[in-house]
């Protein structure tokens, strides 16, 4: 496991253990007894912050178990970081008792909205990009590093839809965000080809237009597939699939201009056995394997 030394917006150096450079899986509960009884070849667990933020009860005992054998990765949903309200500091504090609970090698969002006023939403929304919403995501990315006291990763989104007010493009409009909150990139590989086969990107020019030095986790994903109104290909970001051939080789093209980066194994739907999920985990550390050539980033 690698330490690396971050300045994230607050100016403070965080010196907190990465994720190691393996495969990684989310954490199901009906996965837990087989874990703890069993040695998992498996490099880390990611779990959702909101499951979690409560005082007691069997999730939090199985949790400490399991952090006390692997490295984890909390993964926040309810943040509403595109949203134009100000961030609900009661669900910011929430966090942070959480974060400084169990300190977790990595900590994300999505960059998505999910709530407005008083109402929210069970989705994670697509957002304008053009300069107003630049402004607001940095606003409230600077104002959740500055809470946590940590360097956040934000997850590329899966859409559906753009707007046509958009003034930038969503890699332009990523790479500002990083630039300005010096925050980190959590690349999403399936979000990205569901979002490119949606709006007939490119997927490898999008892939070159991020900031890949400052990837500081994959994610892989099944999709489900359908058709728009037009009778078009439309892919949801659904979980419940195996992970589709075309996204392993555009995470392939990700090792190769990357580098090996700790990667997680998404599944959320129709879960499967866990040894089904290994072998998912084992395909991915031998990619990560195949590229372990390549210099490490500082």
């Not at 965000?177 to 990205?192: A, P």
């Not at 997680?264 to 985990?281: C, G, K």
Request: net charge negative; proline share 5%; hydrophobic share 40%.
């Amino acid at each position: 496991m690698v330490s690396t030394d971050v300045t994230h917006a607050s100016g403070a150096l965080d010196r907190r253990p990465t994720l190691p450079v393996q495969a990684g899986l989310g954490l199901k509960t009906q996965h837990i007894p087989q874990i703890l009884s069993e040695k998992t070849e498996i490099g880390f667990f990611e779990v959702h912050a909101e499951n979690y933020m409560v005082a007691g009860g069997p999730f939090h005992h199985q949790l400490t178990q399991i952090r006390q054998r692997y490295a984890l990765s909390i993964h926040g949903v309810g943040l509403s970081i595109g949203a134009e309200q100000a961030i609900d500091e009661d669900h910011l504090d929430r966090l942070a008792e959480l974060l400084n609970r169990y300190q977790p090698h990595s900590f994300s969002e999505h960059l998505a909205w999910s709530s407005h006023g008083e109402n929210f939403y069970n989705d994670l929304l697509p957002i304008p990009y053009d300069q107003a919403t630049l402004n607001r995501v940095c606003e409230h990315i600077d104002r959740i590093q500055e809470r946590l006291q940590r360097r956040m990763l934000l997850e590329n989104p899966s859409t559906y839809v753009e707007f046509a007010d958009s003034s930038m493009s969503e890699t332009d409009f990523i790479r500002e965000v990083i630039k300005r909150t010096g925050c980190g990139l959590l690349l999403d590989v399936n979000n990205v080809y569901v979002s490119c086969v949606n709006h007939n990107w490119n997927p490898q020019h999008y892939i070159d237009s991020l900031p890949l030095a400052a990837v500081g986790e994959i994610h892989l994903a099944g999709f489900a597939e359908d058709q728009d109104s037009a009778g078009d290909r439309l892919l949801i970001d659904a979980h419940g699939t195996p992970i589709d051939s075309a996204v392993w080789s555009l995470y392939n093209d990700v090792l190769r201009r990357s580098g090996p980066l700790p990667t997680l194994i998404e599944r959320d739907n129709d879960i499967p056995a866990l040894e089904v999920l290994l072998a998912e985990a084992q395909q991915a550390n031998d990619l990560l394997a195949e590229h372990s050539h390549l210099p490490e980033r500082a």
